[in-house]
């Protein structure tokens, strides 16, 4: 079992950025893949980015990609998304999720998923 705990979401301007941040706790870090998904109210899950269990690979949304960094602290057990240049389209709930597969977190199955945290960009 792994327990994800995001943070770090809120309201900022368009053009601004946040960090988000993922603490894992559970099972080992090393051993899972990681990743984050949105979501607006009313519309479907949408993949954002993931990063592999080696953090060498990551893999990003084309809606996102050139903005977004995600990155992992292997000491801390944390997962964090850099977000920058940020748009109202940005808008949404982000989710951090985790599996030992990487290519699950991106097929939208992955095994654990955290509580969401409300990011809102202002126009």
């Known amino acids: 079992q792994v327990t994800l705990v995001e943070s770090g979401g809120g309201l900022v301007q368009a053009g601004g950025s946040l960090r988000l941040s993922c603490a894992a706790s559970?099972?080992?870090?090393?051993?899972?893949?990681f990743g984050w998904f949105r979501q607006v109210s009313g519309k479907e899950r949408e993949f954002v980015g993931a990063i592999s269990l080696s953090g060498e690979g990551t893999w990003y949304a084309d809606s996102v990609k050139g903005r977004f960094t995600i990155s992992r602290d292997n000491a801390n057990n944390i997962v964090y998304l850099q977000m920058n240049s940020l748009k109202p389209e940005d808008t949404a709930v982000y989710y951090c999720?985790?599996?030992?597969?990487?290519?699950?977190?991106?097929?939208?199955?992955?095994?654990?998923w955290g509580q969401g945290t409300q990011v809102t960009v202002s126009s």
């Open positions: 999720t985790a599996d030992n597969s990487s290519k699950d977190i991106r097929d939208g199955r992955a095994s654990y």
């Open positions: 559970g099972r080992t870090f090393r051993g899972h893949a």
